[in-house]
């Protein structure tokens, strides 16, 4: 019985080193990417034929349905059919928007959708809409993501591979333990390799523990991956009418920039911007999303800021005041733009001790 747990000790070892060398590579591919800002989630019941419009984040696919997480953390579950319309929205003068395919709906996609609750609490849509800004950011993600998955699938597939030839080893070990015991001279023999074993044991058992350990640190980071931390958050303000950063916001913004660690990855930039209560709801838009824009502008000509790095900018007009619009100093506060730098939590578990400020964070890198 002895030798028979030693053998399986020995063929533990190896099957160790063999998960080891996949974990570590798989970690070695994921540790590229990151993001997030992470809240309470809760799953959405839609009533049968009730009518709804929600707008969010798809964070799971599977054949025709798709998850949305909205940003307040609701996630519902929504059903393609043969008469969903699938609209791209494409921005500029002489383009129209063009219809699109279900297959276009991936993960990390922002889209709009309408329809009908069925009477399994699910959104039946009669209408999909999404940004083709939006479409590439997601296309771009899912690329990323995808061979990560993909490599931990194998290293689970080799471990299940790995036990079925040891349940095997382990019958055959049986096998010639009985042969063994009917050798009483060797019994000697065979205390002495039983105490090897137990030291080999306690090694292999060591190492396997390890192992373990970081299969389940790179589980997480997948896991995280459709999660969002805000590393920073700051606003710069613009005067009465324009959309021109002054001297002030852009001090704000280089200083900024330069807190932000130079070696942080799978990150990503929010720029939003708003405006007072004064004027047409249509030119407060317009006016708000200049606003976001300048700051982009600035980021990418001052900074070299990656344009890959940023969300879809969005103006929000008058809507979200964060003072009253009735002063002038609440006016003066609303005219603004928000900045948020987001981290991907999936990515961004590396050590805090490889991380240095020695150069411009936002420059461009792979």
Do not use: C
């Not at 940023?310 to 005041?321: A, E, N, R």
Request: glycine share 8%.
């Amino acid at each position: 019985m002895r030798m028979s747990n030693t053998r399986i000790q020995l063929i533990g070892v190896a099957l160790v080193l063999a998960l080891s060398g996949a974990v570590f590579a798989q970690d070695g591919n994921a540790s590229g990417q990151q993001p997030g800002a992470s809240s309470a989630t809760q799953t959405r019941t839609v009533a049968n034929g009730q009518k709804l419009k929600i707008e969010g984040i798809v964070i799971r696919r599977a054949g025709d349905t798709f998850t949305l997480r909205g940003s307040n953390g609701t996630e519902t579950e929504v059903v393609l059919t043969a008469k969903t319309r699938i609209k791209t929205e494409r921005k500029g003068l002489f383009r129209v928007d063009k219809d699109s395919g279900a297959s276009e709906i991936v993960r990390g996609l922002r889209l709009k959708a309408e329809g009908t609750g069925n009477s399994d609490g699910r959104l039946v849509a009669k209408e999909v809409r999404f940004d083709e800004q939006d479409l590439r950011t997601a296309q771009s993600l899912e690329s990323r993501v995808d061979p990560v998955e993909n490599q931990a699938k194998s290293t689970e597939a080799l471990a299940q591979s790995n036990e079925k030839r040891i349940d095997t080893a382990e019958q055959r070990i049986d096998v010639s333990e009985q042969n063994a015991q009917r050798l009483a001279g060797q019994v000697e023999e065979l205390s002495v390799v039983a105490d090897s074993a137990g030291t080999a044991a306690k090694n292999a058992q060591t190492t396997a523990d390890q192992a373990q350990s970081t299969a389940d640190v790179a589980n997480q980071r997948i896991n995280a991956l459709d999660d969002y931390d805000v590393l920073k958050t700051f606003t710069v303000h613009f005067k009465s009418g324009s959309a021109v950063l002054s001297a002030a916001a852009k001090t704000q913004l280089d200083e900024a920039v330069s807190d932000i660690n130079e070696n942080l990855k799978g990150w990503l930039v929010v720029v939003e911007g708003y405006a007072d209560s004064r004027g047409n709801t249509a030119n407060n838009r317009s006016l708000s999303e200049r606003r976001a824009n300048a700051v982009i502008n600035y980021l990418v000509t001052k900074h070299d800021l990656p344009i890959r790095r940023v969300v879809q900018p969005f103006g929000y007009g008058s809507l979200d005041p964060i003072a009253t619009n009735t002063s002038r100093s609440g006016r003066s506060l609303n005219r603004r733009a928000e900045i948020t730098v987001l981290v991907n939590q999936g990515i961004s578990s590396q050590s805090g001790s490889q991380r240095t400020a020695s150069e411009d964070p936002l420059s461009r890198r792979p």
